[in-house]
């Protein structure tokens, strides 16, 4: 069954099949929905990532099949699958009714097994997790900040602007508003401080500059810019999301992108057209998969391990894409 992200994020309990594969670009929405199982989903919360289960899918095949002894409800949570999962979910047979699965995945394109299963099956439910609008951004700070004084359209825009319609990122920064102006009014100017315009600026200035392939600008903005490691995750997601754009246009007529970045969807920020733009010239689809790759496993070092210095692998990641950039 395929149901629409919105629908199931204002209702979870209408997915009434066992196993249910969420995915897509909007990292943020997928963490939403993990946290609206956890909270909403009465049971033992058992979670694996799709490497786990691969090595030892003995191990997960018991996990399902025993009872638990303190919790009647088991519901599992696994986290970047792939088409390589495929022929374990296939071999699933839930056989107690109080067991429920939910995978998450991220982009999964047209020609995956994975998706194309989920899709032509009446027994799973597959939900696609699309990049937000500006709207639905307004609507969730609207909500989130109702019982707050000072809400201007200013303000919110403000918030959508630092947030680059990164979902993950603007659940953060709510929460840090949220915190800040406890019991106060939302002040403009501090909430610009709050919000760490400056970092955020460089690093979107680094971004840009890996991206065009200039590698004296990289270097420069390397040496000099404040990068905040704890939002180490939300940079990666900035450079993942900013390449699944740019692949949407590798399939375009390169003597009409410049309509062809003024027609895709959502927008692209005013300010970050002339970028996207020189950008796409640059990327084709195998650069694109390859500077993916990378920073998948950019993220999973980062995920697994506490120790690495992840100042010197961001910068690494940020040379290797330039490096990209400019390459055949």
Same mark, same amino acid.
């Given at each position: 069954m395929i149901y629409k992200s919105y629908l199931v994020e204002s209702n979870i309990d209408m997915l009434q099949n066992k196993i249910a594969l969420f995915y897509g670009e909007n990292i943020g929405l997928l963490d939403d929905f993990k946290s609206l199982i956890i909270n909403k989903k009465k049971g033992e919360i058992i979670k694996f990532i799709q490497d786990d289960i691969l090595q030892k899918p003995i191990h997960f095949e018991n996990e399902i099949t025993n009872i638990s002894l303190f919790d009647q409800?088991?519901?599992?949570?696994?986290?970047?699958?792939? &088409?390589?999962? =495929?022929?374990?979910?296939?071999?699933?047979?839930?056989?107690?009714? &109080?067991?429920?699965?939910?995978?998450?995945?991220?982009?999964?394109?047209k020609k995956s097994k994975l998706r194309s299963h989920f899709e032509k099956s009446s027994n799973l439910d597959i939900i696609a997790c699309y990049q937000d609008n500006e709207l639905s951004l307004k609507n969730i700070i609207i909500k989130k900040l109702k019982n707050f004084?000072?809400?201007?359209?200013?303000?919110?825009?403000?918030?959508? &602007?630092?947030?680059?319609? &990164?979902?993950?990122?603007?659940?953060?920064?709510?929460?840090?508003?949220?915190?800040?102006?406890?019991?106060?009014?939302i002040n403009l100017e501090q909430l610009e401080e709050l919000l760490n315009l400056k970092q955020d600026d460089d690093f979107n200035s680094l971004k840009n500059s890996a991206l065009c392939g200039q590698k004296k600008k990289t270097n420069e903005i390397l040496s000099t810019s404040l990068?905040?490691?704890?939002?180490?995750?939300?940079?990666?997601?900035?450079?993942?999301?900013?390449?699944?754009?740019?692949?949407?246009?590798?399939?375009?007529?390169?003597?009409?992108?410049?309509?062809?970045?003024?027609?895709?969807?959502?927008?692209?920020?005013?300010?970050?057209?002339?970028?996207?733009?020189?950008?796409?010239?640059?990327?084709? +689809?195998?650069?694109?998969?390859?500077?993916?790759?990378?920073?998948?496993?950019?993220?999973?070092?980062?995920?697994?391990?506490?120790?690495?210095?992840?100042?010197?692998?961001?910068?690494? =990641?940020?040379?290797?894409?330039?490096?990209? +950039?400019?390459? +055949?």
């Open positions: 409800n088991k519901i599992f949570l696994i986290s970047d699958v792939s &088409d390589k999962i =495929l022929n374990i979910i296939q071999e699933i047979k839930i056989e107690n009714n &109080d067991v429920r699965i939910f995978l998450f995945a991220k982009v999964l394109e004084k000072g809400v201007t359209q200013d303000v919110i825009k403000t918030i959508i &602007d630092n947030c680059s319609n &990164d979902r993950a990122k603007l659940n953060n920064e709510l929460c840090k508003i949220r915190i800040f102006f406890d019991k106060k009014n990068i905040d490691l704890d939002k180490s995750i939300f940079y990666l997601t900035t450079l993942n999301q900013r390449l699944i754009r740019l692949k949407e246009l590798t399939e375009k007529d390169k003597n009409r992108l410049e309509s062809a970045v003024n027609e895709i969807k959502p927008p692209i920020f005013w300010k970050e057209r002339p970028f996207f733009l020189n950008q796409a010239k640059l990327w084709n +689809a195998r650069k694109i998969n390859k500077a993916l790759d990378k920073i998948y496993h950019t993220e999973i070092k980062f995920k697994t391990n506490s120790n690495v210095n992840k100042s010197v692998i961001l910068k690494n =990641l940020i040379v290797d894409i330039c490096n990209l +950039a400019n390459a +055949a």
